[in-house]
């Protein structure tokens, strides 16, 4: 059935990315039609998606005749341009707290979490290969800094900054869905007791249930 709803995002369901910016539209309630793109497919990223995507991953989202890539620009997009929650605190001090978890999350914890710790450890398994456990290795610490800023820097309150949802839990929550799968997590996750409940919370949102891969 062709999609025709005026949003469309352009990723895919097993993507962390995509689901960050699948997480905004879902918040902000927000009609939306999911266009799958293989960017790992053997014949490489499609030519027409390079279009919307120059450099090839995804997401890639249009507005009507409005396209955007990079996932920070589209959920800050959605979050002006639609009505309903806003997705940053008002407060400068909760606001900054919200965008440096972001940064953080964006620059270290991807890699460290997802590819270096949940891909090795769980997806290897699944794709009937060995783990390369050296590299597992060489990630705990740097997760175990990612964890420890996070709990650090994060409000013990019902969202990791103030009381209603933010950009920071929409970037932490695909994230920590793909992590708390891994075996490592376990340890690495004791003594982050504000986290832990952070997680416990968010991932039974409704929002999650409707962006499961
Ligand atoms: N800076 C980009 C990163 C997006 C990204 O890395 N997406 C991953 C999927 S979660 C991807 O497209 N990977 C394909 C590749 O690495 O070739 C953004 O914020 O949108």
């Known amino acids: 059935m062709p999609i025709t709803e005026e949003v469309k995002l352009y990723g895919a369901a097993w993507s962390v990315y995509t689901r960050i910016a699948r997480l905004a539209l879902e918040e902000k309630r927000v009609n939306y039609g999911l266009i799958e793109i293989d ?3 053997e014949t490489g990223v499609p030519q027409e998606y390079l279009k919307r995507h120059p450099f090839g991953r995804i997401p890639a989202f249009e507005h009507g005749d409005f396209r955007l ?3 920070a620009a589209i959920v800050h997009y959605v979050d002006e ?16 707290r919200a965008n440096q978890i972001v940064g953080i999350l964006d620059a270290y914890a991807y890699r460290t979490l997802v590819w270096e710790i949940y891909v090795e450890s ?14 597992i290795a060489a990630a705990l ?10 709990t650090r820097l994060s409000d013990d309150s019902e969202f990791l900054i103030g ?9 932490a929550a695909p994230i920590f869905a793909c992590f708390t799968q891994a075996f490592e997590a376990v340890s690495l996750m004791e ?3 504000k986290l832990n409940r952070w997680w416990q919370r ?12």
């Open 69 to 71: 890539y990079e996932t």
């Open 39 to 41: 960017v790992f497919a």
């Open 122 to 135: 769980v997806v290897s398994i699944r794709e009937g290969r060995l783990a390369d456990e050296q590299k």
């Open 81 to 96: 341009a639609f009505p309903g929650c806003a997705l940053l605190p008002a407060d400068p001090k909760a606001r900054a």
């Open 191 to 193: 003594g982050c007791e």
């Open 141 to 150: 610490p740097r997760a175990a800094v990612c964890l420890s800023e996070l």
């Open 202 to 213: 968010f991932a039974i949102r409704d929002s999650m249930y409707r962006t499961q891969a």
């Open 163 to 171: 009381n209603s949802v933010t950009v920071a839990d929409l970037y």
